[in-house]
């Protein structure tokens, strides 16, 4: 689950980092208002959504008083922001932060997220600050310095005072530096989040250290613990068709293409999808439909899938482990006939009863194309989506 930037500060100001002064407002007379209580000085005006970017999309301006923080708040709220994460169709601004002007010196990068190849947090922090850190790793990977946490012993003082050396802090602000990047640590752990990342990590003309933007993810399997967590969740900055998964247990992200996937796993999803690109097609989404799938979940994440009007093709490619294939056979017959799907539907299986599987796909009177392997499905699917 991701939240707004907002949301992430206020958390993170709880465990004591230092963030700058600011308040979201949802009407531009509001952001006015907040510059004033600010000081009526210079303001710092953000667009809240769920992506990065926003600057070069201009969703960040730097004004001048209450009156220009007002006429920028006028423009952001309600524009259709475009950024390099929304993709071309963009994302709607419906509030804005507005946070006290600060004089910078330096714009720093300081990441925290689960290592899965080691097991562990890692500490990632670079001085290459306030830009893409992906380019960062892609252009100029030397510039970032990593420190794993074992997570029965915590984040060590000497790895913190490493990573601030090597960002080149100097004196009190290794102090500093040492004593952010343990609450951070502390709120990252203790809010069982799987991204937190500070980009830019400012240091000011007077020489202190601020958060100055502010991401998080949560994990969701992990909500339960944190019901003041899941209420900030904000629906309207989720795709609708994933939301509606969601309430059955699905595992769907939409995607461009125009192959509809329906897998029961997430790396065979990811290495169908693969496969359809391979193919020379484009998938149209991630759908894991999970191990346990029952013949009603079928339904639902078949009307989920009909429901993107780019799908132009199916393919169902299923291991019957847990999910038996003949259960699969049954939820895909009785979803074809009630929905009435009107795009041609490709089904490769292995696995638990895949004879009998076949044997009711051959007999439901459905024009099923099947695939004995994920190549020839891939190639199958593809061919049908592009008539």
Do not use: W
Not at 48 to 71: E, L, M, T
Not at 109 to 125: A, C, I, S
């Amino acid at each position: 689950m991701k939240i707004h930037e907002y949301q992430a500060k206020t958390i993170l100001a709880k465990y004591g980092v230092p963030v700058p002064q600011g308040e979201v407002v949802f009407g531009a007379a509001e952001a006015g208002e907040v510059a004033r209580r600010l000081g009526g000085g210079t303001v710092v005006v953000k667009a809240q959504i769920h992506a990065g970017g926003r600057g070069k999309g201009g969703g960040v301006k730097v004004v001048k008083g209450p009156d220009d923080a007002q006429a920028a708040a006028q423009k952001m709220i309600g524009m259709n922001l475009v950024t390099y994460q929304t993709g071309p169709q963009g994302q709607k601004v419906q509030r804005v932060l507005v946070e006290r002007g600060l004089k910078i010196k330096r714009e720093l990068y300081l990441g925290l997220v689960v290592d899965r190849t080691t097991e562990r947090p890692v500490l990632m922090v670079s001085s290459e600050g306030g830009v893409e850190i992906e380019k960062v790793a892609e252009d100029t990977p030397e510039r970032i310095f990593k420190e794993f946490v074992h997570p029965a012993i915590g984040l060590s003082a000497f790895q913190t005072r490493k990573l601030a050396f090597a960002l080149g802090l100097e004196g009190a602000q290794i102090g500093q530096a040492s004593k952010l990047m343990a609450a951070l640590y502390q709120a990252f752990i203790a809010t069982d989040a799987s991204l937190l990342e500070i980009n830019p990590l400012i240091v000011t003309e007077e020489g202190n250290l601020l958060a100055l933007d502010a991401k998080m993810n949560f994990d969701d399997n992990a909500l339960y613990r944190h019901p003041d967590i899941k209420e900030l969740r904000d629906l309207t900055e989720e795709d609708p068709l994933e939301i509606e998964a969601s309430k059955y247990s699905l595992n769907y992200i939409k995607l461009d293409g125009f192959v509809g996937c329906m897998v029961n796993g997430a790396g065979l999803a990811m290495a169908t999808m693969d496969i359809i690109k391979l193919a020379g097609g484009e998938p149209a989404n991630f759908l894991d439909v999970g191990g346990g799938a029952n013949a009603e979940q079928i339904k639902n994440a078949f009307r989920i899938l009909m429901a993107d009007t780019h799908v132009r093709a199916v393919l169902i490619n299923i291991f019957g482990g847990i999910l038996r294939c003949d259960v699969l056979a049954e939820g895909v017959i009785a979803a074809v006939k009630d929905l009435g799907v009107p795009v041609p539907i490709v089904i490769r299986m292995e696995g638990t009863n895949v004879e009998k599987g076949k044997q009711m796909l051959k007999e439901s009177g459905l024009n099923f194309t099947t695939a004995d392997d994920m190549n020839e499905a891939a190639q199958k699917v593809v061919a049908l989506g592009r008539k």
